[in-house]
């Protein structure tokens, strides 16, 4: 018999709440934003008890707790959020990351989360009505083989359905509008119109934009027959334009390692450096996807999960009861999670930006991020402000035993694993 060392294999989770943010950035005001805080102003109406939450009684998220968020909270906002106190000491390293990139949007906040800040202006369609130019939407009609568009103007998705639903259906024409973001959204009812005529047409458009340096089109199919009963439904797509440069999915994707990218995280970066995709719809089966990704992830893979709904389902909605629902539900599947971590294996949370749902409007908001690791081989404590997400990228770089990001500075030392033996005949 001869004895074959067993080495521990490196894995990782990296759970992104959309919207999760924890406190305005110094830079807030520049954006309309200053004061805004998502995760502190759904505690403060919970704990008060408030009507349009409908519920009674403080957040209750003891997983999250232990995990440092409420300490992450505390230091972002300069107080403690209301309903919790300061007695429960977190078991991860825990603290707050700035934004570096100029905008507040899932794109940048991605990137650079990988390494990769977005330091010059994306384009935007700035004008709230007749937004996009008459050139832009002419030309896309006409390779889109549509006879023109309704909407074209700043708008929350589920309003504009509404208003214009039985008009598109009627006519043919598809609903297009834009925010804040760099994004350009293209709305068709998946029956009517069609499913797949839809995702043609913001392939055109996805073409067109990048001269006008728009970062999304995203297709936004719905369903029903009336304003009663429209919805969006689970076959969004995102059209994105690259990273500029290599990311940490690039640099593990170079050393034959395994980036699973969960939900709309392929999208995000146009496919780069994504070695498997697992389509998902829903916070439930987000998770299930990503317990189960995990469970077959070999040494030196990165399970890559964004859970939306926080963003698209209540921030944007500005639904705060359902915003505080899902953090707990998540809470709960967490400490699950957890339970079930090896010894290589670390889980890593953080935001892509904020979307205070007490907010006015329906646009993210410009916040600071928690940044929360955890797993058997990470020691417990602060790791302080942070001044940019990539030190995200870069401490996975260094939890991976990856040459150093261009970005960013890891809080992170090599995991020292426990090495077994095992007999061979």
């Known amino acids: 018999m001869n004895e074959e060392r067993v080495t521990t294999p490196r894995r990782a989770v990296l759970l992104v709440i959309d919207s999760l943010g924890i406190g305005s950035l110094p830079d807030a005001d520049a954006y309309g934003d200053d004061g ?95 937004s996009m130019p008459a050139k832009l939407l002419d030309e896309l009609a006409r390779r889109g083989g549509v006879s023109g568009f309704l909407g074209n103007c700043h708008a929350s998705g589920t309003e504009i359905i509404e208003r214009l639903g039985e008009e598109h259906m009627r006519t043919g024409k598809p609903i297009v509008y834009t925010s804040a973001d760099s994004v350009v959204q293209l709305c068709a009812h998946e029956e009517s119109f069609g499913l797949d005529r839809l995702y043609a047409l913001c392939a055109v458009a996805r073409e067109l934009v990048d001269a006008y340096r728009i970062g999304r089109v995203i297709a936004r199919p719905f369903l029903g027959h009336s304003p009663a009963d429209f919805k969006r439904t689970a076959h969004r797509r995102d059209y994105s334009v690259p990273p500029p440069g290599e990311t940490l999915l690039d640099s593990l994707e170079s050393v034959s390692g395994t980036v699973v990218g969960v939900g709309k995280v392929p999208d995000i970066f146009a496919g780069r450096g994504i070695t498997a995709r697992v389509k998902a719809s829903g916070l439930e089966a987000l998770m299930h996807a990503t317990a189960g990704s995990l469970a077959d992830a070999a040494d030196r ?3 890559f999960t964004n859970l939306v709904d926080f963003d698209q389902e209540y921030g944007h909605r ?108």
């Open 36 to 130: 805004a805080d998502t995760f502190g102003h759904i505690a403060e109406a919970c704990a008060e008890g408030r009507a349009d939450v409908g519920r009674s009684g403080p957040l209750a998220i003891p997983n999250l707790e232990r995990l440092g968020l409420v300490h992450a909270s505390a230091v972002a906002r300069g107080s403690l959020a209301p309903g919790f106190d300061a007695a429960l000491e977190p078991v991860a390293a825990w603290g707050i990351a700035a934004e570096q990139s100029r905008g507040k949007d899932t794109i940048s906040g991605h990137w650079e989360m990988t390494g990769q800040p977005v330091l010059e202006d994306w384009g935007y369609f700035s004008e709230l009505t007749d």
């Open 301 to 303: 893979s990165l399970v």
């Open 318 to 425: 500005r639904d705060i009861a359902g915003y505080a629902r899902a953090l707990e539900w998540l809470d709960g599947e967490l400490g699950r999670f957890m339970a079930v971590l090896g010894a290589g294996d670390l889980l890593l949370i953080s935001a892509d930006h904020g979307n205070d749902p007490s907010w006015e409007g329906w646009n993210h908001t410009r916040e600071y991020v928690p940044v929360l690791a955890y797993g058997p081989a990470v020691p417990a404590g602060a790791i302080g402000r942070r001044d940019s997400f990539a030190d995200v990228g870069q401490s996975l770089a260094t939890w991976f035993g990856l040459p150093p990001l261009p970005n960013g500075q890891s809080f992170l030392q090599p995991p020292a694993l426990p090495c077994g033996q095992r007999s061979v005949a």
